[in-house]
C-alpha cells in the first residue's frame, strides 16, 4: 500500500531527475512511496530517462503530457493520478532539498494541515501583498515545495488555476483555516535551469 506520493512536474529535467529521486530514496528508506513525474513532453528527453528508473524501480512513474503544458496543471494531473494519502509537491531542478520530506510528514501526523519548505526571501513589498492577501505571515508564500494530504488537494483543485505555477499559494487560499507549518530550506542552486514552458 503506497502510503506517500511525490509529485514532480518537469520541463527539460534529464540533468536532474535521477537525482531528485536518488535524494528521495534516501530520506524515504522503510515507507511505501511512490514518485510520478508529470513532463510536458520536454525535448531533452526527461519522460525517456524516468521511463527507464520506472523499469528498475516499480514505484517510479511518468505521465507524458504531448499537448498540456505549464506547473499547475501538471501537478493537478500528478495528485489525481496519485495513490497515496499524503501528497507532497516538488519541483526537479534539485532546489528542493529532499531532507525536508520526513519533517514535513512529521508535521502532518502532528495535525498540521500543510507542511512547506520555505527559502528566506529578502522583505518586500511584493511579499508583504501576498501574505495581506492570504491573512498570513509567511516567509514563503510562493514556495512551490509542501506536503499536504490528497484528500484537501482533490478537494481544492476544481476552485484552483490551472495555469501559472503557483499551486501552494492557490492551495492556501483557498484553504484559510489550515494549519500551514513551514520548514527553512537552505537555498539551492538547480544544476540545471529549465527554460520557460510554452
Avoid at 66 to 87: E, F, I, K, P, Y
Amino acid at each position: 500500500m503506497t502510503e506517500l506520493s511525490i509529485v514532480v512536474p518537469t520541463y527539460n529535467e534529464a540533468d536532474n531527475i535521477t537525482l531528485v529521486f536518488e535524494g528521495l530514496a534516501k530520506v524515504l528508506e522503510g515507507r511505501q512511496w511512490e514518485l510520478i513525474v508529470v513532463d510536458d513532453n520536454s525535448p531533452d528527453g526527461t519522460a525517456d530517462l524516468v521511463r527507464g528508473l520506472a523499469r528498475s524501480w516499480p514505484n517510479v512513474r511518468c505521465l507524458q503530457r504531448m499537448l498540456d503544458r505549464g506547473t499547475s496543471s501538471a501537478v493537478h494531473w500528478g495528485v489525481q493520478a496519485s495513490h497515496g494519502d499524503v501528497v507532497v509537491v516538488m519541483d526537479g531542478d534539485m532546489r528542493d532539498d529532499p531532507a525536508l520530506v520526513p519533517s514535513m510528514l512529521d508535521a502532518l501526523k502532528e495535525g498540521v494541515d500543510i507542511a512547506s519548505g520555505c527559502q528566506p526571501l529578502a522583505p518586500g513589498i511584493a511579499r508583504r501583498m501576498v501574505n495581506l492577501y492570504l491573512g498570513r505571515q509567511l516567509v514563503d508564500p510562493l514556495t512551490g515545495f509542501f506536503a499536504t494530504s490528497r484528500t484537501l488537494l482533490l478537494r481544492s483543485i476544481p476552485r484552483m488555476q490551472g495555469d501559472g505555477f503557483r499551486v501552494f499559494f492557490d492551495l492556501a487560499h483557498l484553504n484559510r483555516k489550515a494549519i500551514i507549518r513551514e520548514f527553512a530550506s537552505e537555498a539551492r542552486p538547480s544544476r540545471h535551469i529549465s527554460p520557460i514552458r510554452q
